[in-house]
């Protein structure tokens, strides 16, 4: 059994707890959270005894090997790096890091601890849909880009509206559109047509000074690929690669729970909806690294997983930056 400690008592935290329980290969171990009455509230609805209000005996704590890192994005990095120096392995919620520089230093900590693995929970490019797409897309000819779409209104964007500034609005915890929900059309484009030649942001701002929504360009040698995303207005529409005549369609580019190639003659389901919790396929693949580290085959979807993340971190660092986006950076010398 994978023992886990988590930091975090929001729902995905939740959520992650239920997806790793179903995979049979996990067990909550420990819970760390600011306030002694939320993490004893979160340990015993999921039945675990160990709560900790100290970070410090958190991470000294020899009751589990992985810790679950679901706090705000800006203090990823600092809860990653203390991780890996207590030889624990890491899943951590997107966006891993804010920038190159961070997601460099976390590399070079690994390279000191070689049988410790980092994951970024991005969910989508687990999923059996995405792993589907990938398949097909080695198949199909003409490629001539892609449009990936994430938005969804979000109920905190109310709390925005009433005057407060939740985590995921304040720019102070690196919030914002493109950290958030942007992170998924990211992986979907660099998962499936790797590192962009150039990239531009075109963020729509909100009063309180982070990006609600906006459109990234990422620009490839034969085509572009849009990602469109939002936290302050929905959309229904399907993400789309393009194939000459031929296109896969999407359900949703964040969910990534079902697809199809839609050809002039037919329309075939290349991976049905998947309707269990969104966080199993990722659990389930973070197990299988850490349950083989003697399977040269799995640790190198690990490793192509690690350069994932890295390019993803790189790229969203391009896009900030090019939109004027500096996020905070807790990183010192
Ligand atoms: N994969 C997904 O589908 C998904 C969905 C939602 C969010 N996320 C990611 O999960 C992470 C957390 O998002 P969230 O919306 O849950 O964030 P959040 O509600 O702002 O904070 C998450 C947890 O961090 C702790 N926290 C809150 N404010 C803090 C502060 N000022 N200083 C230190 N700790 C603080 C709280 O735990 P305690 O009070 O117990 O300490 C809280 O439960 C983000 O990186 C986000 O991108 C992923």
Redesign the pocket.
Known sequence: MIKIGT???????Q?MVEAATATGEYELAAV????ED??KA?AEKNHCQQVYCSLNDFMSSDQFDTVYI????V??FVQVLETIQHDKNVIV???AFMNPRQMQRVLDELTLHPQVRLFE?A?NVHMPAFKAVQKTLAKVHQLAGADFVFSQYSSRYDLVLAGET???FNFK?AGGAL??LGIYPLYDAIGLFGLPIKQIYYPTMIAIGADGKGTAILHYADYDITLNFSKISSSKHKSEIYAGRDIIAIDNGGEFTEAKLITPDETKVISPKYVKN??IPEMTDFANVLNHHDNPEIQRQYQAWLQLMQQVNETLNNLAVSAGIHYPDQFKE
């Open positions: 930091i975090g008592t929001n729902w995905i935290t959520r760390y959270s600011r306030h939320t993490g979160f679901a706090s705000p994005n203090f990823h919620e997107k966006p929970a969910r939740p985590n995921v915890f950290a958030d969104p966080m």
